[in-house]
């Protein structure tokens, strides 16, 4: 068993519910089992049920369609723990970022469940932890990396990503031995789309006051988002929203009736930013909406990310398909690894006017200097803005620190106090 399962007693904290996707008592007993699996250090049984070839990515870079369209269910190897490594794995530098030594120990996970239906690993070199995760784990030609422009605002950086992208079709074909042909893109295609509609309705509920389920909950669907394969997740994601909707009353209602609201109803609201929160390392969230923060939004690559862009096209040829892949994935990706990007200021300032966010939680990682740069700019914004902001630092291997909880509380207290003129 990779990585003993924490219980909530043993993380020092709890919120009510826990075991209910939304607040209004709503079970998706599919997403449950994936998430329970998950932090059992394994892999939602779906992915094997699948029946077919899998393909792991190590970033949102990678076009999912594309590998789905490949024959392959992709799934991404992220992971909020760090788990054993794979057999004959070195032991990893002691400063390696915990997303990449998340990624190795679930890639052992992956491996022992579908075995050789595993057949590639796609890899967006977005820093040099990700360049060099191929070479760590010895993958050979099982991986592929992608090489990331660094101003991805130049025509030419968006051809030669088109390059990349045609080469990666290329590369998956031989890989799952079923190329992407014009049919199977725009079918996959429309499959990715019908689940990013679903993302943002879900996401769109979260503006109501109180909103209808905990953000830390929505954040956990988002995550399993990238655990199973699409079809199942489509499947939760709709009786999830369907759930919230369906009883005859709206969410203000619900929320008074049932727990007076995820983190109580007049909780602040907050906006999560930064770098990845992964399922099931879930302390940062945890601790918020115990502490009777509201979180409403989140601008994370492990969560809402994936869900704000659509893919367009303009032309329906393979060519141009893949053309419209390439583009989607780069053209909008807010990544700290763009250099000075002014996208992703501007649309986490949208997210606070939307979401009528209070205060912001800042969320860096030890080892991820990107994220470090990022998080400087973020809070010259929220100063801007005139919100209150926290910045955390996490590493993913450890318990909460004894102080977490009383800088978030004191943290919260402040945008109380703000809110109330005080
Ligand atoms: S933050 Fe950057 S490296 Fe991380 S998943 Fe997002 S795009 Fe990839
Ligand atoms: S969190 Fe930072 S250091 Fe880690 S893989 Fe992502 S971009 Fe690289």
Known sequence: MIGAKKTIAEEGFSIQNQNCIARVSIRIPC????AEQIAEGHWPEAVAESGRSVVAVVCNLAPLELIHASGATPVRLCAGEAGPLPEGVPEPPRQMCPVVKGAAARLGA???????RLVAVVIPGTCDWKARYGD???????ALVLDVPRDKSSWEARQAWRRQIAALADYLGRRTGAPATRASLLRSIALYQQATALGRRL??????????????????????????????????AGALLAGIGMDGMDGADKLDKVDGGAGGAKG???????????????????????????????????????????????????????????????????????????????????????????????????????????????????????????????????????????????????????????
């Open 110 to 116: 992956l491996r022992r469940q579908v075995g050789e």
């Open 136 to 142: 760590f784990l010895g993958l050979g030609d099982g």
């Open 203 to 236: 996401t769109e509920q979260m503006k109501q006051a109180p909103p209808p389920m905990s953000g830390s909950d929505l954040m956990r669907v988002f995550n399993l988002f990238y655990s199973l394969p699409i079809e199942v997740w489509i499947e939760a």
């Open 268 to 422: 602040p609201r907050i906006l999560v930013v930064g770098a990845p929160i992964i399922w099931p390392h879930w302390q940062v969230p945890r601790l918020i909406e115990s502490l009777g923060g509201r979180i409403v939004a989140d601008a994370l690559c492990s969560s809402y990310r994936g869900f704000s862009d659509l893919v367009s096209v303009d032309e329906t040829t393979r060519t141009g398909l893949l053309d419209a892949l390439a583009d989607r994935y780069l053209l909008p990706c807010t990544c700290p690894c763009f250099g000075s990007d002014e996208e992703y200021l501007w649309r986490v300032e949208n997210q606070t006017r939307d979401f009528r966010i209070e205060g912001a939680v800042i969320h860096r990682l030890k080892s991820c200097y990107l994220y470090d740069l990022e998080a400087d700019r973020l809070e010259g914004l929220f100063r801007r803005l005139g919100l209150p902001c926290l910045q955390i630092e996490d590493d993913y291997e450890s318990p909460a620190p004894a102080g977490l909880a009383t800088r978030i509380e004191a943290f919260l207290d402040m945008v109380r106090s703000r809110k109330a003129g005080v």
């Open 31 to 34: 997403l449950e089992k994936a």
